[in-house]
């Protein structure tokens, strides 16, 4: 593995990723496994596994094919793991670097097809470093631009995406306007569910009337909840940090949201209530049995 870049014979595994930004720029799945199988090929490489996990974030390794490949990794099923560039491998330097020294130890080695990065030697490793701090900084600039952008929308009270929550429509300047059809169902959903105290009896009931969610979607516990927490519903606008009171975005009473609210937190002061009672009872057991103890042991 010393002069991976000359050895041949080796096994090699690919490895792809898309994310909704590269998809954007024609970083297809089909194209980098393709440029990679090539890389193989005139390496004399013999292609093991090919892993490829699509819409998935970089940022972090909790991708299923990255961890199947991994697993293969210690499984010693092959030596070098190629990839058609670093930040398809993975944005986040820590993750790199830990990532890097596990195959390392597993003797297993990283190979980028437009990097000629090669983590088998010296030199290749300090560019490996060099390369994913580049990739961690243009990730985070990304980050940070799109978080800007978000908090410069939501100071002038618009939507950020497409999709306004249930009560709402988007007018062309992305500010929001109610719905008036789509307000009535959001009071129906409240008082329903005060009535009810149950959110997947809200959603039965609601699937009932043939009512759908905005996606029109079936209802469901996760989407009655969606809406119950839902402040913009009393005209509390918050959006990448910035929080404002919008008035004219108000769809209930206070009074009604607080209601639900509280019937939604009904069981958090029982549940409170009834730990602390354990922990006590479970201190006395503990207690009784120490001098249940301390006694047998004078007798």
Known sequence: MEEQETQTGLRAAIYA??????????YSIDEQIHRCWDTCKKAN??????FSDEAESGRNTERPEFQSMLDRARDRLFDVVVFWKLDRFCRSLVDLVKTE?????????????????DTTNPVGRFNF????SAAELESDLTSQRVKLGMYGLARERKWPNKQPPLGYEKV??????????????VHEIFEMYIQERSMPQVAFLL????????????WCRQSVGKVLRNELY???????????????????PDDLFDKATATRHRFKHAQTQMDKSRKGSKAKRIIDEYRAYQNGDSR
């Open 207 to 218: 699937n009932e009337q043939g009512k759908s969610t905005k996606q029109s979607d079936a």
């Open 101 to 117: 020294e596990e195959l390392d130890e597993l003797d297993v080695g990283l190979h980028s097809v437009t990097e000629f990065l």
């Open 45 to 50: 490489w013999e292609v093991m596994f090919v």
């Open 172 to 185: 062309d300047d992305g500010t929001l306007r109610i719905d008036t059809a789509e307000a009535k169902l």
């Open 129 to 132: 470093r060099n390369l994913a």
């Open 234 to 252: 009393i005209g509390h606008y918050q959006i990448a940090g910035f929080e404002a009171d919008v008035e004219e975005y108000r769809i209930l």
């Open 17 to 26: 990723r898309t994310s909704s930004n590269s998809q954007r720029f024609g």
